[in-house]
């Protein structure tokens, strides 16, 4: 049941991510990647990053990240309730 789990936390959170993704990309254009790694390392990633980033950019991105985090905590719970896994 725990390896059961595993793989479906893990199918759900990949599963999600990539909506989520595509949900933002939709709206703005651009992936919600940028605001999570440091800029040094974002402009060596893509030297030519067309993409300026302001404040509210960049809480855009993490509202996405954390609005993620939110609809991700029902069907952990539901699993954990279930039996597959143990968070409680």
């Not at 599963?15 to 390392?41: D, E, K």
């Not at 509210?56 to 996405?64: L, R, S």
Request: proline content about 3%.
């Amino acid at each position: 049941m725990q390896f059961a789990g595993i793989v479906l936390v893990t199918l759900l959170f990949c599963g999600g991510f990539m909506l989520a993704q595509a949900i933002f990309f939709h709206h703005t254009g651009r992936t919600f990647w940028r605001a999570l790694v440091p800029s040094g390392l974002r402009y060596s990633i893509l030297p030519k990053d067309k993409v300026n980033m302001d404040s509210f950019m960049v809480m855009e991105e993490y509202a996405a990240l954390l609005f993620l985090g939110s609809f991700l905590l029902l069907p952990l719970i539901a699993l954990s309730v279930m039996g597959f896994i143990a968070l409680f």
